[in-house]
């Protein structure tokens, strides 16, 4: 079945797919703070809907989500062709597949997620499968590169033979690259040092693909400032962000129709606008996978109230916010609103009602790009550089501080390798950590803290990690 775009916006700005967090009650939440941000699911795995008859549970959203993007997990063509037929039933307007997830649960366990860097031609095989077997668009979401196979040379192989094979033409660009080994999936996404400038030098080199930069960027004005930014002729398509928007979410998404969209207005115009609309949502969508046996609603109260514990991070009433809305859920209340009616007096009338902030642009600046690799690049640039003599004859670079060893090609060095966190530079440390999202530390509010006496999991990467195991037990893999 066609999805056909939910409008003509291009895919300027995302919310990451991130497992546990970016469930379809973010979701909504997220859609009521910006209109025309694109939402991605959390990755599902592609035997976990092909074999589990209530595919409602992972694919089913409200209309008003789109756009929105599903994201896959697999790495074989047949299965993953079959799970994008269940998945264009539901109207998602592209599919993408995880080739960036570094746990070794995922990598280890039937190859897919960031293992697939390795397998450029298994990646062309996987999205042309799903090409074919539905009309939604398909783009990869992957890595810079993966444990010793991280030369820009590599990367620009992975690019043009999975583009050529099967002619996906958008990448989702996480700009470091990953260590199956040795790091947890938390410092994968903070310890490898962040390369915006290879993303750039791929739009320069594969003119006719489009690249969207995801890692490290924390707010809607920053993805402007870096749309905005052109080097030797290149620019991106789209920024894609992930922690920020789940973290703070107003503080990051409520001007993003008019900082990024070039909207007249935002999608809310306060705070107190987007609880009542999500509290409607939310009552109604309490039980709507059934009731267990005994006698609970799925989803429940507490799991479709917890976006919005942090609708107020960052104001002096935050805190006090999430611990009273924590407290109220431990007492089972049968509904959202009764809930919300009482703890939104602590938050202050202004504060409530306060529109979304416009803030100053930042700067956004990227190093050096590295030279084309003359052989696999297919701009404009190429040529130029290869008549000036100053192409890369090795792909080396940006060796410096990432690992040593030359650049084989993916497949050879899926072999051998032998990434180790010893290898990575210590000031690669990027700004942004999952667990940012307590500000001021204070142990008594904190999220963190809050969530695990709810039992609602604020240890969010462990969770992520429970629940991929779970995933690969209901699929028997
Ligand atoms: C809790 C959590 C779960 C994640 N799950 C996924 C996932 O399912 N699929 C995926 O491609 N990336 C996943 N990611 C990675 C994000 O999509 C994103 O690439 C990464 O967080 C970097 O972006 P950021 O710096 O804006 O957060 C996850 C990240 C976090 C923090």
New binding site residues.
């Given amino acids: 079945m066609a999805a056909t775009s939910a409008n003509s916006d291009r895919q300027l700005l995302s919310v ?6 970016t469930d379809v009650h973010y979701r909504q939440m997220a859609r009521l703070i910006s209109k025309h941000t694109w939402l ?1 699911t ?2 599902v795995v592609d035997q976990t809907i092909i074999h589990n008859p209530n595919t409602d549970r992972f694919l089913w959203f409200p209309p008003e989500q789109r756009p929105i993007v599903c ?1 896959l ?1 697999g790495s074989d063509p047949a299965k993953l062709a079959e799970a994008a037929k269940i998945v264009a039933r539901y109207g998602y307007d592209e599919i993408n597949l ?1 080739c ?2 570094p746990s070794d649960r995922v990598a280890g366990a039937g190859c897919f997620g960031a293992s697939l860097m390795l397998q450029p031609d298994t990646v062309a095989e996987c999205c042309s499968a799903m090409r074919q077997a539905v009309d939604s668009t398909i783009t990869v ?1 992957c890595r810079l590169g993966v444990d010793n196979v991280d030369s820009y040379e590599a990367l620009c192989n992975f690019i043009s033979v999975v583009s050529k094979g099967s002619g996906v033409s958008h990448f989702i660009m ?1 700009a470091r690259k990953c260590l199956l080994k040795g790091l947890s ?2 410092e994968n ?1 903070t310890i490898p040092p962040l390369r915006y400038e290879w993303v750039f030098a791929l739009k320069r080199d594969f003119p006719h693909l489009e690249f969207s930069l ?5 707010s809607c004005q920053q993805a402007a400032a870096a749309l905005q930014h052109s080097v030797d002729g290149a620019s991106i398509h789209g920024v ?7 973290n703070h979410p107003w503080a990051c998404l409520a001007d993003a129709d008019v900082a990024v969209f070039g909207a007249a207005e935002n999608a809310a115009k306060s705070r107190r606008e987007v609880l009542a609309k999500y509290v409607e949502y939310a009552d109604a969508v309490v039980g709507r996978y059934g009731v267990k046996p005994d006698g609970s609603r799925m989803p429940n109260v507490r799991t479709v109230a917890r976006p919005l514990l942090n609708l107020f991070v960052g104001e002096p009433s935050g805190r006090k916010w999430r611990h009273l809305l924590d407290v109220a859920l431990l007492k089972k209340p049968a509904t959202i609103s009764e809930v919300v009616q009482e703890v939104i007096k602590c938050v202050p009338e202004h504060v409530l009602d306060a529109p979304p902030k416009p803030r100053a642009q930042p700067a956004f600046a990227t190093a050096q790009l590295p030279p084309p690799i003359c052989s696999l690049a297919d701009g404009p640039a190429s040529a130029e550089w290869a008549r000036r003599g100053e192409v890369s004859a090795g792909g080396n670079y940006g060796k410096d501080c990432c690992t040593s060893g030359s650049a084989p090609s993916m497949q050879a060095a899926a072999a051998g390798q032998n990434g180790g966190a010893a290898e990575i530079s210590a000031n690669g440390v ?1 700004g ?1 950590d ?1 667990t940012e999202w307590q500000p001021g530390g204070d142990q008594q509010y904190s999220p963190v803290t809050v969530l695990q006496s709810a039992g609602i999991g604020g240890e ?2 462990e969770r ?1 990690e429970k629940r991929l195991k779970s995933e690969r037990v209901m699929v028997g893999a």
């Fill in positions: 990451a797919p991130m497992m546990d967090w991605y959390e990755m994201q997990g995880n960036g997830c979401k996480h999936p938390h996404r995801n890692g490290g960027l924390d894609m962000i992930g922690r920020s928007a789940y990027a942004l999952d969010n990467e992520s």
